[in-house]
Each structure stands twice: as C-alpha cells, then as structure tokens.
C-alpha cells in the first residue's frame, strides 16, 4: 500500500476500503455499482445518519482510526436498534486530506466492519472525498421484520422506566483523558469505543415497550425527548441507579459528582425504553423510574425535583470544542 491517500488515489482508496467489506445475507449487491441492494422484507426501511468531524468529535492523539470506525458505526447503528429495529447496513461518506497516511482509511474501515459484525450488519457502500478535515460520515438502515417501530411518543402514566448498558462511563474516559491519563482503562476505553446493547432493541419491542431511545445525548436529556413526545413528565429514582465503585474513585479524584456522569453524560448509547407496569423485564433491564401524569410541562425530574442540567446542545452554551459533542466525539454527549 502507498503511504498517502493522495498517492494511493480515490480508486486506490476505494479498492483498499471495500476490500475490507464482509457481507451479510441481506447485501444483495454491495460496493461497486451505482448503489447498493439490501434486501427489506418487512418494506419498511429505518435509517439514521450521523456526522463526525475531527477535532469536533474525535482526536488522533486520543484514539485510533479503528476507535472511530467502531465509534462512528456504534452511535448510528445504537440509532436503529432503538427504534425496535435490527441493524442491517450503514453506508460511509469519508473526506480526508491527500498527505493522510492510507493505513488511517483503511483502519477506519476495519473498525466500521468489525462493529457491523457485532450487530450483524455489513459496509454496504459510500463515497471518499479530498478535503482539509477528515469528515465520517454514516447512514445506518434497519429492518423492522413486520413489528411496529417504537417511537419517543408512546410512553404512558403508569409506565415504569428501565435501561440497559452503560451509563456515565464514557463521560467518566473523557474526564479521564482531558487530564492526561489514559486509565481506569475500561472507562477510557468505553469512551473510544461504546458497546451498545443492539440485541436489546428488538427485544425490547418484543416486550411491548412503549416508547424507547439510545443514550446519546445524556439519560436526562433524552428521557426529556421522551417525555416531550409522549407529553408527560418522567420522574427518575437516584437510588435505584448504580454507580459502579470505580467511577466513584474517578469522580473524587477530580472533582466531579459521578451522577452528573450519569444523568448527564451521553456517548455510551445505552438503550432506555418505558413499559408498561405488568411487563415482566429480563434481568438486563434495570427500572430506573416511572412515568407520571405531567404536573405543569412535560420534563424528566430526579427524585420529584427538576434536574439542573440537561445533556449536550450542538449550538447551545455548551457548544464548543472542550465541552461534550456528542457521536465519537472529543466529549460525551450529543443529539440524535
């Protein structure tokens, strides 16, 4: 392989880049026509798309290409699995500088697949582009397999509210890293590379979820999506949310509540869901609430009182560099 991507060229890179692509039963045609075929039985195709900018969202000195290839396809297949849907395809819009060194697209690469590989999904195909700043950008696609999508907007009075997967950990790396570490490494690395809990989606339709969505943005934040959309207010037990003893130690070393983690970190795209009372949850469910009747505006409270601080605004006060962008990002947090 040429040592840049302006010596390998754009269909060098391509060659590289799908050379790397393993298919999954549902890629009918992948890279190397005008577009790609994935098969949709249930004729309902879901799709999200996500953009990572460096310097934005990641940093070089603090992962690697295959950390963002596995982040930038973890936040938008997270998307899809949080509709009740199953992963099928993501599609790669890639812009890099000609002096980049190849391995860094091809690497990239490697992680998009392997984290495909973990929802079942597959690289189905995309576009390279020069430019000054290296730009990911990712559209997920999905399958609903004849289910009901499980919007923001169902959730009812009565409804308890359960997660499953991380939360605060990778806000935990990234207070870690801004200040020159790079341990408790499972917090670092759950900060490179989240682990969303695809397979608990689907399940969780399956289980009569009422309303759901993947922690990208902050668990307070995005239970506000919820209770905007579904107009009722969700009320959140501190006691009942775990912080693991680690996390604790990391929160006294610098400063910081580790519920502020918690409630306010995103990044880990864990999956939050409302149920219906009666719904018998399997043990990977932790019920964290309840939803109640909105006793002014639709919000999310802590212990019956409003929770101060919301989860990341890309335009908000919050909106520069240093603070938590959201999606592979330089900090944890984000919108959907």
Known sequence: MKGTVGELGEFGLIRELTSRITPTPAVRIGPGDDAAVVTAPDR?????????????????????????????AAQNLADIA???????????????????????PTELMDGLRDECQVAGAAVVGGDVVRGDTITVAITALGDLRNAEPVTRGGAQPGDVVAVTGWLGWSAAGYAVLTRGFRSPRAFVEAHRRPEPP????????????????????????????IAEASKVRIDLASTK?????????????VGVDPMQW??????????????PPDVKLPARWKVIGEVLHPSALPQVTVDGAPWARAGWDHFGDNGDAESPPRGGSVAPGGGR
């Open 44 to 72: 309902r195709v879901v799709a999200s798309t996500d953009i990572l900018l460096e310097g934005r969202h990641f940093r070089r000195d603090w992962s690697t290409a295959y950390d963002v290839g596995r982040k930038a």
């Open 82 to 104: 949080a509709m009740g849907a199953v992963p099928t395809a993501i599609l790669l819009g890639l812009v890099v500088p000609a002096e980049l060194p190849a391995t860094w």
């Open 198 to 225: 695809y397979h608990a989606g689907p399940a969780a339709a399956g289980l009569g979820a009422t309303a759901m969505t993947d922690v990208s943005d902050g668990l307070v934040a995005d239970l506000g999506h």
């Open 241 to 253: 949310i775990d912080i693991p003893t680690q996390m604790s130690d990391i929160g006294t070393a």
């Open 262 to 275: 918690v409630l306010n970190g995103g990044e880990d795209h864990a999956i939050v869901a409302t149920f």
